[in-house]
């Protein structure tokens, strides 16, 4: 246990601290709770920590939601989400390890992509009905639709308090719909919400630390720090699954 409370302190670490810094690191934690975890159970995990800071994050931010702008995307996410609970339903483990890697490897290459590409497409309607199924497979399947999301909110012309807003009720609100589909396929049990508790420390502290250490950071240097383990992290479930 002494191993696995270290990747669970680690884990929630660095959850808390993307969360009240600048984000990006959802394709990073995953990898880092498989290693005492290999299996969709560490999904489970991680979900109680992203609602605790989403009700963090919301009761900070309360105003200015933008409802007709989430109303366009969160039906598709929800069907997002029902899809890819039968995906899950249907893998087992090692499939499960496989297909996260080339997950993250296409996140990857789409945050690539749209740093030289313009992103105005987004302001479509059919791009907000894409990017929320997506987004709901990818957030179901990996935790880590952040930048999914976020993309089609800054794209929206959004004032920084009615996006910051809107981003935390839209977090809030998937990761809670998702809870009922883990209880289903039995990855949300006693034993996972153990766990999850077994991370509340690092979470306060990476929550602690990316709040006050916002301002120091360089946003672009961080990326891809972020991208670069992520890959390496995603070579490795390829590797040694």
Known sequence: MDSAWIVLSLAGLITGFSKFSIGGMGLLILPILMISYPGPEALAILLPLYIVTDIMAVCSYKAKVAWPVLLRFLPLAFLGIYVASYFLASIDADQFVRFLGVMIIFMILLGLYLDYRPTTFMRKPWAAYSMGFFGGIVTMMA???????????????????????????????????????????GLLTLETTEASLYTLPGLLVGSFIGYHFLKKINPVQFKWLIRIMSALAACKLFLFS
């Open 143 to 185: 935790n880590a639709a952040g930048p999914l999301f976020s993309l089609f909110l800054l794209e929206q012309k959004l004032n920084k308090e009615t996006y910051v807003s809107t981003r935390a009720w839209a977090f809030f609100i998937i990761n809670v719909v998702k809870l009922p589909f883990y209880l289903s396929l």
